[in-house]
């Protein structure tokens, strides 16, 4: 089976203009030329010429890009974007290996980076409470109140809405955390409690059973910090560990259950684009000319195409082709064989399948990679439209100004796949 991904060489044939054969290197030394052919720094040419091709070159850019911009070129430009299937595959076995060692980046913390103090809260105090504490610290900077997690039996969708009508009925802005790594971090098993931290997360000072944030802060003004003790009546949290609940639920996972159902889905979304069997050989020349209502102007206003019939083809040379077939069909893929070995030289091969069943699947998708030794597409319909891809098997190039699309029969004669 072909491994590697590969991307349609479309794009990137179709990159750039050619300004009469010449070359633009550096002003610094340039290696050995090995093909012989001659290169000019541009100290060596006269200012007037480098100029005029400054001008070619953004002119020819431009109309590309503005085709592009108003769709016309969408439909060139599609082959090097279809690459959903060979993506799909790419994470089938990406699946398969193991872990990144790098760490995902940290976020910033939502209180900020300075020193921060957190209320740790339960619903088991209360929405009367609750609304108090929000009240009293709304509009002080670093403040925020922490839930351990969510209340046994209540949809997380359920409780994020609980705690949004506190905050829209206190119209208090403090922030509102569902942090249980702070509850551990701190050893906090009672509410309320207050701990003003570092911004390395390490406890300055921490008080259990009140709610005083300026109980802390004198404590602190006095000399006093670490563990201020337990005052008032604390209470039990009344929500279990958000991380437990999660560790739990993602132990009664079975993964292998969960890839294979998303693996099966695929084929269910990614359908192709079916296309009747040819019964007969067939050539049919397709002009891509498309009509301009009015002149494209580049950023300057001055005008890149004029309004009227413009071909594609006259910006941006088509060096692929397009090999269209139907996988269920063995002479279809044999045919495919063929035409991605006699490509030719500088011509790009790309072998779309019209689609792939669902009962079928990847077994099917990964035996045709095999037998044609490429990597397989899938053909969209907007594609198959723009190119007029009829019937399969077809193969699809460009001669001169025009596409030409070639249908192709089953040969009756053994061993004749290709007529």
Do not use: C
């Not at 010449?22 to 480098?50: C, E, H, I, R, W």
């Not at 009508?165 to 702070?182: F, Y």
């Not at 979304?269 to 040819?278: D, E, K, R, W």
Request: charged share 25%; aromatic share 6%.
């Amino acid at each position: 089976m072909v491994k590697t991904l590969r991307v349609s060489a479309l794009a990137a044939a179709l990159a750039g203009l050619s300004l009469g054969g010449v070359v633009f290197a550096s002003d610094n030394p340039a290696p050995a030329n090995p093909l012989g052919s001659q290169t000019y720094k541009p100290s060596d040419l006269p200012a007037q010429l480098l100029e005029q091709a400054r001008d070619i070159s953004q002119q020819g850019r431009a109309g590309a890009q503005a085709l592009t911009d108003q769709g016309e070129l969408e439909w060139v430009q599609g082959l090097s974007r279809n690459t959903v299937v060979q993506a799909a595959q790419a994470r089938r076995e990406a699946l398969d290996l193991p872990a990144r060692e790098e760490a995902p980046a940290e976020r910033p913390h939502p209180l900020g980076e300075g020193f921060r103090t957190l209320v740790f809260v339960s619903w088991s105090l209360g929405e009367a409470a609750l609304e108090d504490i929000l009240r009293r610290y709304d509009g002080q900077p670093g403040v925020g109140v922490v839930f351990r997690g969510i209340p046994d039996g209540l949809r997380m969708v359920d409780a994020m809405t609980r705690m949004h009508r506190l905050t829209q009925a206190t119209e208090s802005q403090v922030p509102v955390l569902l942090d249980p790594l702070a509850f551990r971090r701190h050893g906090i098993q009672l509410v309320p409690a207050v701990v003003i931290e570092r911004p390395d997360e390490s406890a300055v000072a921490k008080v259990v059973g009140i709610d005083a944030v300026t109980y802390v802060e004198e404590a602190l003004q006095q000399g006093r910090a670490g563990d201020l003790g337990t005052l008032g009546s604390p209470r039990d949290i009344l929500e279990p560990d958000l991380m437990e609940v999660a560790k739990a639920r993602i132990e009664g996972l079975d993964f292998a259950v969960m890839k294979q159902r998303a693996l099966d889905r695929f084929w269910h979304v990614h359908t192709g684009h079916a296309l009747p069997t040819a019964t007969e050989n067939a050539v049919r020349r397709v002009d891509p000319s498309v009509v301009i209502p009015q002149d494209i102007l580049d950023a300057e206003g001055k005008v890149v195409a004029k309004a009227g019939r413009i071909n594609p083809l006259h910006l941006r040379p088509f060096d692929q082709k397009l090999v269209v077939i139907d996988p269920t069909q063995p002479w279809q893929v044999a045919l495919a064989k063929h035409e991605y070995a006699e490509h030719g030289r500088g011509l790009t091969v790309t072998v779309m399948a019209t689609q792939i069943s669902p009962d079928a699947g990847w077994a099917l998708f990964e035996r045709t990679q095999q037998a044609i030794d490429a990597p397989l597409y899938l053909l969209p319909g907007d594609l198959a439209r723009r190119f007029q891809i009829q019937k399969a098997p077809s193969v699809v190039t460009a001669e001169g100004e025009v596409f030409v699309v070639r249908e192709f029969a089953r040969a009756e004669e053994e061993g004749n796949a290709h007529p």
